[in-house]
Nanobody
Framework: QVQLVESGGGLVQAGGSLRLSCAASERTFSGYAMGWFRQAPGKEREFVVGISRSGSIRYYAGSLKGRFTISREPAKNTVYLQMTSLKPEDTAVYYC???????????????WGQGTQVTVSS
């Protein structure tokens, strides 16, 4: 069964940094674009950032570019989300996702992880 497993969430103070990891099965990682969504309490799930299958193209939500960086490491079947200058508004459950291409990733991913909690305190 194809699985995506997130890790690295936790509690940080505003202005701090955190790196999330998403470990994927070989089939999922090699054949799909990868990315991250988040869902804050009381809000809809939103797209954060995605990266193409080759790793050459990255897509960011407008206000997050410059603070969040996505990368993928094929040798470990892992995609990362490096978050800096964190704000309380970034508090959410962060989900790893995979889709056939970058456009599909933003609207209806094929696979989801179970999520990892990120909490940013004032």
């Amino acid at each position: 069964q194809v699985q995506l497993v997130e890790s690295g969430g936790g509690l940080v103070q505003a202005g701090g940094s955190l790196r999330l990891s998403c470990a994927a099965s070989e089939r999922t990682f090699s054949g799909y674009a990868m990315g991250w969504f988040r869902q804050a309490p009381g809000k809809e799930r939103e797209f954060v950032v995605g990266i193409s299958r080759s790793g050459s193209i990255r897509y960011y939500a407008g206000s997050l570019k410059g603070r969040f960086t996505i990368s993928r490491e094929p040798a470990k079947n892992t995609v990362y989300l490096q978050m800096t200058s964190l704000k309380p508004e970034d508090t959410a459950v962060y989900y790893c996702a995979a889709a056939e291409d970058s456009n599909q990733l933003q609207i209806d991913p094929d696979y989801w992880g179970q999520g990892t909690q990120v909490t940013v305190s004032s």
